[in-house]
């Protein structure tokens, strides 16, 4: 049977479980914390260095900390070079965005192409992809990606982009236009190019498919813009076909 010694565990975005659970949580004799990869708001809280948050759970007495909260960030980036091959980039960018319809943290929501004709290229293939795949119900047959958790989240996807074309950016694949019979909140896989750092729809995590791009000048500059973001769970992904620029991606990373 279910002891006294049983754990309670609230569980949600950063804001939710601190806005909702931080009292019960500060009352428990020990608040327990999981802390994933690029954890940076929750070691902020605890008063913690973030490595001592990566991928461990940390033990800490009740009163310890302020307000308890979770925040996993997991916005990866994609890398595309000139001498990519952009089908094959594309391919592998598509499936990582849009699978679990983004919902995972090891998705990847952004790209960096350099180059004006690579971002092109790379522009159509992915929205080729994107538009092909089936959207549905994930238990019927052929169904790539399914929907979004819950109202809130879908609505959370369709607000970003909202605010990417009011802010200037090119939303070359629009989700919103999804056209579904039936129950379930879906957005369709959504592309959203010519986005600048400044933008609300690359700054904040989204967790949804809702893929950004952003045109780099340079080699240089692409790595400027994936190491200026604060989010990452793991190292980003880069296409090339230069076996020194991946090397010079691994290590700059």
Request: net charge negative; glycine share 14%; hydrophobic share 45%.
């Amino acid at each position: 049977g279910v002891q006294t010694c049983a754990l309670p565990i609230s569980q949600g975005n950063g804001w939710q479980v601190m806005d909702a659970g931080g009292r019960v949580l500060a009352e428990a004799p020990v608040v327990i914390i999981a802390g994933g990869p690029g954890s940076k708001q929750l070691a902020g809280v605890a008063g913690l260095p973030l490595e001592s948050l990566r991928g461990q759970v940390t033990l800490l007495p009740a009163g310890s900390i302020p307000t308890p909260g979770v925040a996993l960030s997991g916005d990866r980036h994609a890398v595309v070079l000139p001498d990519a091959d952009i089908d094959v980039a594309a391919d592998a960018i598509a499936s990582a965005a849009f699978g679990s319809a983004g919902q995972r943290c090891m998705a990847i929501s952004a790209v960096v192409s350099v180059g004006e004709q690579t971002g092109d290229a790379l522009a159509a293939a992915l929205a080729e992809r994107a538009r092909a795949l089936k959207v549905g119900p994930g238990a019927q047959e052929g169904v790539e990606m399914g929907p979004l958790v819950t109202p809130e989240a879908r609505d959370r996807v369709v607000s970003y982009v909202e605010k990417a074309g009011e802010a200037g950016a090119d939303v070359v694949l629009d989700g919103r236009e999804l056209e579904f019979d039936g129950g379930g909140f879906f957005v369709g896989p959504t592309l959203v190019d010519r986005v600048s750092p400044e933008m609300d729809v690359y700054r904040d995590e989204i967790f949804g498919p809702l893929l950004v791009m952003l045109r780099a000048g340079s080699f240089d500059e692409a790595l400027d813009l994936v190491n200026a973001n604060p989010y990452g769970n793991g190292r980003s992904e880069e296409h090339t076909s230069e076996l020194q620029s991946r090397f010079g991606i691994s290590y700059a990373v």
